[in-house]
């Protein structure tokens, strides 16, 4: 009865998982009613390098607090576009999973995020950089690689984007198709988008052809009588022409002049609304719950789980993203594994862990692959007897969502650890210490390896601006990443970024150290450098309770499953029966779930032409 109750409590957790949206990803940035296209390392091949339309395609990471400000503007350019869908597709990778590890690797992307542009039908390059920006120049920018890479001769289905040069009517009508019963013409300045713009906007509509021409076609301008830019005129099949006169100068005017054309010429049921707000750069509105007091305390405590977590995330995925790490990269990866090896707090089989890491990489050529990185933390554990978590368990730097908190804020933990402890080993030694020692490999780390480039920029320009200026003495380390911390809290409060149920602070509040900080706000850094002290002591962390020899047969079954190796199973017939029965009622249920969302994604993303109009 033991084994079936256990296939029930499985049963019951796997539908918990489901339906408590664990598998189905809601917590995400990013969700199918979002128009454009969640990718990973098994569809982004097939989705980009066999497509016939070009991609703009924003590699993230889900904790990057840039990313996560980022996002609600992606996901308007992404709106904003999508009347393009068919000649340019917008899709996201989310690197923070590790399934999209190799993806992420091969593409070289180090930085969050990142976003690029790859042709269509495109072979293994690594695409074209678009620099993060407005919805406007980022619009513009990927015009310009569109026509661009028209010119060059790929996106022969693709309307044409380059400008019209002929003075003669009736070469408008050679490429167009039967239906089209109008060519509108644009006409423009050379370094105007409204004509591009447009040409894509209505592509989808078969019965108008639309084309642009510059100031620079004198002759088709003196023909049509155009003497203001931009411009907009109609010719019809019979070479009969006439201008259309919207009420602005913008993409939106056109549309809408052209839209009213097209309805007083019988055409119904176009739709002019917008669906959403275009603002430029969008800004979440968080609702800020009631916070629990003691959830809010939890930044007191330091926990073993979270700097073993943040050790794991950094030597598992941030590291071996790389693809060839050299050069000034692998002298700050060789100064990080040296204050690991010194510094971290582990047992006997983790020291001997680190310091295999350690040595492997101060000794190893250059260049180093990330994936023989990866490659040696496996066998290192395995000689070692050492494991690092696979999947991030975190404590007190667990979020009110998976997005929150997690890792960065256990990488700010870990170094406030890193920092102390460094202080409390060398204590008998302090006159020969260097205090630079770990904030210098810190530094190293976050230039090169961490994954959030806004992040990165912040704290490279707080270590340019008094790094080797503040830090003298042994302990001045403690109080210089201490005060950093803080600056960042102060900036990074309100922001969309902050976990509503853990507002940024400055640290530490009065509740945990009354003579830290007096009535007006004034630190005592001495009371101030004490408790940091006491509380990133490592014999102060937090441990997991120990494990009793029971737990730790439970545990290494564990460990034996998420290997993917054989235990074993001592079911009667029946038992089997029954499990069988249980969880093949799961993978319908997961299939029926998955066809859900697919079909739901399908729906929500095929284009109308009259709402395609609607959305420019």
Known sequence: METVATCVVTYAFFIQLVFGGILVGDDTLYTSDDKLYILNVSNFKPMVSGSNSAWVVEFYNSWCGFCKRFAPTWKDFASDIHAWEGIVSVGVVDCADDNNNPLCREYEVMRYPTIRMFSAKHSGKLGIELQKDTIDNMRHALLDFLEKEQMEGRGSSWPNLNPYRSSDLKNLWKDAQEEVSYVM??????????????????????FIQVRRATTHNEALSRLLDVSIYPHLSVVNRGLESFALHPEGKTRRNFISAIVSFLESEGVAGLDTKKSFSHTGVVIENIEVKHMDNKMHLHGVHIYYKDIIGALAYSLQHEIPLHSIITGEALAALRNYVKILAKYFPVDSQGEEFLGKIKEWVISTGDPVQGQSFLAKLKTFQDESGFTLPVLQDWKGCRGSKQHFRGYPCSLWQTFHMLTVNSVLKNSHNLENFNSLEVLDAMLGYITNFFGCEDCASHFK??????????????????????????????????????????????????????????????WNEIEVLRYLKRIYDPENLI??????????????????????????????????????????????ILVLVYIKFILSRRYKKKSFVYDLLGKV
């Open 185 to 206: 013409i644009t006409f423009e300045e050379p370094d105007s988008y409204i004509g591009r713009e447009i040409i894509l906007d209505l592509h989808k509509i078969k």
């Open 461 to 522: 320009q707080m270590a340019a601006e008094s790094l080797h200026t503040d830090v003298q003495r042994a302990e001045d380390s403690i109080l210089w990443l201490w005060r950093s911390h803080n600056k960042a809290n102060k900036r990074l409060k309100g922001d969309v970024t902050e976990d509503p149920m853990h507002p940024k602070i400055q640290f530490p509040p009065r509740s945990a150290c009354p003579a830290c900080v007096d009535g007006n706000g004034v």
């Open 543 to 588: 441990y997991p309770p120990p494990f009793s020899s029971d737990d730790k047969k439970i545990d290494n079954n564990a460990a034996n499953e998420v290997e993917g190796k054989k235990v074993g199973w001592d079911f009667s017939f029946a038992d089997i029966s029954l499990c069988v029965v249980l969880y093949i009622t799961s993978a319908a």
